[in-house]
């Protein structure tokens, strides 16, 4: 069936760096794909949704230029945070709609980011 | 705008016992509903959705949901919950657009005892 692969599942970066996460569409095509963060203990929090082939749109308080992201083909989309701090250490999950009209969307594995 | 409310954060309950976890939802439109589970430092899990059709619909682990146009809600349910149901719950629902966002509750912490 339609699966997203998500990677790194885990990552490390030291404070002042950047970090990119990879959200791929294994068997299907993705013109749009969603980005959400969740801190601990606390709910899923949609960042933007990434459109093929255009500009993402973010959502309220998120910093478009902090968080990069990047859908440049039809089975990749990419989050790049940049000059990553503490404080942006977070889960990290990406999600596409199903290619199948009426089914629900395939969320990816999850990026665990720690910035340190 | 469609929204999602757990009214719990944390539902204690006995093993073996039933339990019910609360959501209502808004929305102007019709909708696409959901119950995650998240076991810890995991991602999401997929219990059981209302898409169309029966309101009351059946999920993995033993969870069923029931659908309530006239209440707006979407409550999760289990006769008989084991140790190993602890975990996060996330009610979510989105718009019924194939591309639209799913948009999560804040989440219940289903915690059982022994």
């Known amino acids: 069936g339609a699966v997203v692969s998500q990677h790194p599942s885990r990552v490390i970066c030291k404070s002042g760096t950047s970090v990119k996460i990879e959200c791929r569409s294994l068997d299907f095509q993705a013109t749009t794909m969603f980005w959400y963060r969740q801190f601990p203990k606390q709910s899923l929090m949609l960042m933007a949704t990434?459109?093929?082939?255009?500009?993402?749109?973010?959502e309220q308080g998120v910093e478009k230029d902090k968080f990069l992201i990047n859908h440049a083909s039809l089975t990749l989309s990419t989050l790049t945070v940049t000059s990553a701090h503490p404080e942006d250490s977070s889960f990290y999950i990406c999600s596409a709609p199903s290619p199948r009209v009426g089914t629900e969307a395939f969320f990816g594995q999850g990026t665990r980011l720690t910035v340190v | 705008a469609q929204s999602v409310t757990q009214l719990d954060s944390q539902v204690p309950v006995f093993e073996e016992a039933p339990v019910e976890l609360r959501c209502n939802y808004s929305s102007s439109v019709s909708v696409y509903l959901f119950w995650y589970v998240q076991y810890p430092n995991q991602g999401l899990q997929l219990l059981l959705k209302y898409l169309s059709g029966s309101t009351l619909v059946k999920g993995i682990n033993g969870f069923e949901a029931e659908f309530n146009k006239s209440q707006t809600s979407f409550h999760l349910r289990k006769p008989s919950v084991h140790i190993s149901d602890t975990a996060e719950y996330f009610c979510?629902?989105?718009?019924?657009?194939?591309?639209?966002?799913?948009?999560f509750g804040k989440g219940t912490r289903l915690h059982i005892l022994p």
């Open positions: 990434s459109n093929e082939g255009s500009k993402a749109t973010y």
């Open positions: 979510a629902v989105s718009e019924g657009n194939r591309d639209d966002k799913i948009i």
